[in-house]
T-cell receptor, first 121, second 116 residues
Framework: GENVEQHPSTLSVQEGDSAVIKCTYS??????FPWYKQELGKGPQLIID?????GEKKDQRIAVTLNKTAKHFSLHITETQPEDSAVYFC????????????????????FGKGTHLIIQP | EAEVAQSPRYKITEKSQAVAFWCDPI?????LYWYRQILGQGPELLVQ????????DSQLPKDRFSAERLKGVDSTLKIQPAELGDSAMYLC??????????????FGEGSRLTVL
């Protein structure tokens, strides 16, 4: 099965600086890589994702890069703000090709262990 | 905005007791997942449903855990008997899972279980 490694486990940055979180995956069949943000006492929430046919994706202050050859992907947050403080999880999944009989679907996401991002004022 | 509903939010029980968690996915979402999240770790898949059918329960400890989604809508996860090591957050998620746009999971706020 898939194995996702995430580093670092804790990251402290000054407000306004950039933060980078890195993940590696083991299954070459994985083709969808979402990033989730989890605030205290809440469920994870998708913040950005990337598919294997794309090398980089950006959404305002956050961006994700993917290196399929090396099997690693990274989350970049620029101009960090206090509200960025949370636990961030990377994940990987192999999305099955849509099948009209099975209704499509995907294997369950495999998550990394999470990175606790602390934004220092 | 549509949300995944879970109850109860918190449950404290003694070991050997039975516990049950309920999840109501976003309307129209065919795929439903139960994840377990131990404090300080990422969520781990327990069971995945496509409509009312189990797609993957390979990580579900079947001697004590059971899950059902009888009508393909809401779902129940049961633990009997509960053990100390079951203390965790139990997260329910749903997704459309309908073709190439599948993949985004919407999570509920979870049910935190403490076993004493």
């Amino acid at each position: 099965g898939e194995n996702v490694e995430q580093h670092p486990s804790t990251l402290s940055v000054q407000e306004g600086d950039s933060a980078v979180i890195k993940c590696t995956y083991s299954d070459s069949a994985s083709n969808y890589f979402p990033w989730y943000k989890q605030e205290l006492g809440k469920g994870p929430q998708l913040i950005i994702d990337i598919r294997s046919n794309v090398g980089e994706k950006k959404d305002q202050r956050i961006a994700v890069t993917l290196n399929k050859t090396a099997k690693h992907f990274s989350l970049h947050i620029t101009e960090t703000q206090p509200e960025d403080s949370a636990v961030y999880f990377c994940a990987a999944i192999s999305i099955l090709h849509y099948d009209v009989y099975s209704g499509g679907g995907a294997d369950g996401l495999t998550f990394g262990k999470g990175t606790h991002l602390i934004i220092q004022p | 905005e549509a949300e995944v509903a879970q109850s109860p939010r918190y449950k404290i029980t003694e070991k050997s007791q039975a516990v049950a968690f309920w999840c109501d996915p976003i309307s129209g979402h065919a795929t439903l997942y139960w994840y377990r999240q131990i404090l300080g770790q990422g969520p781990e898949l327990l069971v995945q449903f496509q409509d009312e059918s189990v797609v993957d329960d390979s990580q579900l400890p079947k001697d004590r855990f059971s899950a059902e989604r009888l009508k393909g809508v809401d779902s129940t996860l049961k633990i009997q008997p509960a053990e100390l090591g079951d203390s965790a957050m139990y997260l329910c998620a749903s997704s459309l899972a309908s073709g190439r746009d599948t993949g985004e999971l919407f999570f509920g706020e979870g049910s935190r279980l403490t076993v004493l």
